[in-house]
């Protein structure tokens, strides 16, 4: 999606956020963003893309390597909070083994897989099963990766780059008033059916909590299936970096995925700026997931079978762009997507 003179008031209203919240002195600052900004237009440029040198210019003039380095500590030790009340309130539909299978083997895969409990870093957990298959019922696998999807999207909720501020305690996370406009479930279900590997594009810290039920889930439905969790490849924005999951409140989610520094610098997925290895992840995966708006904005004409996005429409541009309602969720396959 090419940015727009919307875009760019976007951009811009972002840097001055940050100064005020940093307390600092915005003109010089400003000065040289304005400078950035119209160096990109008319390049047929990303907002993500544009965002790098944003926020590069933004870290030499205040020698800042990662401004919200402490939001997003707190930002994961308040999502913590958040999605033990959700699973408290809201807890796992049940997975039932199909009808035609009667054994031992499957019976504790069930008992496994329905286990919820609470781990070292007080969050809860659902164990996945050691078995290489399972035969659970295709209705009973609907309603778990349906809550469980609901579950994740809440955590896109969290964001400090597409509006002009963010505040937990005024945040939507209720389970009840999810809305989407689009909701592929069934598609991703078929991808993954026959499934080895999955691609998980990360958006922003704290959302990681509200992805590792999903991951969760994931594994307990499908053991075989080797997931790598990709995150940006250094600090931009409060989008989630390798150095972030080393949060004791974040390390759980490495019991479900393999950990991947993506070396992307936009906050956005930009697949000309992943390093060797990530590409090689994305080109050979047979499922990508992208969750937030950012990588929707980068990936939404990629006419790519296996891609899939997760993200919640906040602000006018992308919601006119999708035709829908700004607030509304969406879960789309890319055929979904405009041209």
Not at 40 to 59: C, H, N, T, W
Not at 78 to 86: F, R
Not at 217 to 228: A, G, N, T, V, W
């Amino acid at each position: 999606m090419i940015a727009t003179n919307a875009c760019f008031s976007c951009l811009q209203s972002q840097v001055d956020n940050l100064c005020a919240m940093l307390q600092m002195d915005s003109k010089t600052i400003r000065q040289n963003i304005d400078s950035v900004l119209e160096n990109a237009k008319g390049r047929g440029l990303m907002p993500p893309q544009i965002a790098i040198d944003v926020y590069e210019s933004f870290r030499h003039s205040t020698h800042l390597s990662d401004p919200f380095a402490e939001i997003k500590k707190e930002s994961i030790a308040q999502a913590t909070k958040i999605v033990q009340s959700l699973l408290s309130t809201y807890p796992a539909p049940i997975l039932e083994i199909g009808k035609d299978v009667d054994s031992k083997q499957n019976l504790e895969s069930q008992q496994k897989a329905n286990c919820i409990v609470k781990s070292a870093c007080e969050s809860f957990t659902l164990e996945s099963p050691t078995e290489s298959t399972t035969n659970f019922s295709a209705d009973s696998i609907f309603k778990r990766l349906n809550w469980a999807v609901r579950v994740a999207i809440l955590g896109n909720v969290i964001d400090y780059g597409s509006q002009h501020s963010f505040d937990f305690a005024q945040g939507d996370f209720s389970f009840h008033t999810i809305n989407f406009a689009r909701f592929d479930l069934e598609l991703f279900i078929s991808r993954l059916n026959s499934a080895q590997t999955l691609l998980y594009i990360a958006d922003n810290a704290g959302e990681n909590l509200f992805d590792e039920v999903l991951l969760q889930s994931l594994k307990s439905i499908y053991p075989h299936l080797q997931i790598f969790y990709a995150t940006r490849g250094e600090p931009i924005i409060n989008d989630l970096t390798i150095t972030d999951l080393a949060h004791p409140l974040a390390q759980n989610i490495q019991k479900y995925c393999t950990l991947l520094d993506s070396g992307v610098r936009s906050p956005g997925f930009v697949y000309a700026g992943a390093n060797a290895q990530t590409r090689g992840i994305y080109d050979n995966a047979d499922v990508i997931l992208a969750k937030g708006m950012g990588n929707f904005e980068c990936l939404n004409t990629q006419k790519d079978e296996r891609l899939f996005l997760l993200f919640k429409v906040k602000c006018d541009v992308v919601a006119q762009y999708c035709d829908v309602e700004k607030g509304r969720m969406m879960f789309i396959h890319n055929r979904t997507t405009k041209e």
